[in-house]
């Protein structure tokens, strides 16, 4: 079944808020300047609906099987999270590639049971 563009802004709005609320909010944790609080936000706000954009696309065309895709684009994004939040200077108490991986595995797994339940 073919979503309407409506349906599809608003997973990729829906995906992004959920996101940045539990990124964010996580971030807490291990950041403590508004720079740095900022900073997640930001690359959120880059990276979360570049991977959701390309699963609907897989998901209309069928190019990969799921999983492997959000394994594959998840590892991406980690890595690229990781770079800008080294050179965005992030709090030097935590490593920027630790930072980026759990919050990731926190937004991914939140994200999946969402996913599961909607479909």
């Known amino acids: 079944m073919i979503k309407s563009i409506v349906d599809i802004l608003f997973e990729l709005s829906f995906a992004l808020t959920l996101t ?3 990124e964010w909010g996580l ?3 291990f950041l403590h300047s508004k720079t740095d609080w900022r900073l997640v936000i930001l690359v ?3 990276t979360n609906p570049a991977l959701n954009t390309l699963l ?3 998901d209309y065309f069928e190019f990969l099987n799921r999983t492997i895709l959000i394994i594959i684009l998840e590892l991406c ?3 690229i999270e990781a770079v ?3 050179k965005g200077h992030v709090s030097t108490r935590i490593d920027p590639f630790f930072l980026s991986l759990f919050l990731n595995l926190a ?4 994200g999946l049971l969402f996913y599961q339940f909607a479909n």
């Not at 937004?107 to 939140?110: A, D, G, K, Q, R």
């Open 77 to 79: 994004v980690v890595t």
């Open 84 to 86: 800008v939040y080294k």
């Open 44 to 46: 959120q706000c880059l």
């Open 27 to 29: 971030s807490f944790f």
């Open 56 to 58: 609907l696309i897989n």
């Open 107 to 110: 937004s991914v797994c939140t």
């Open 20 to 22: 940045i609320l539990i």
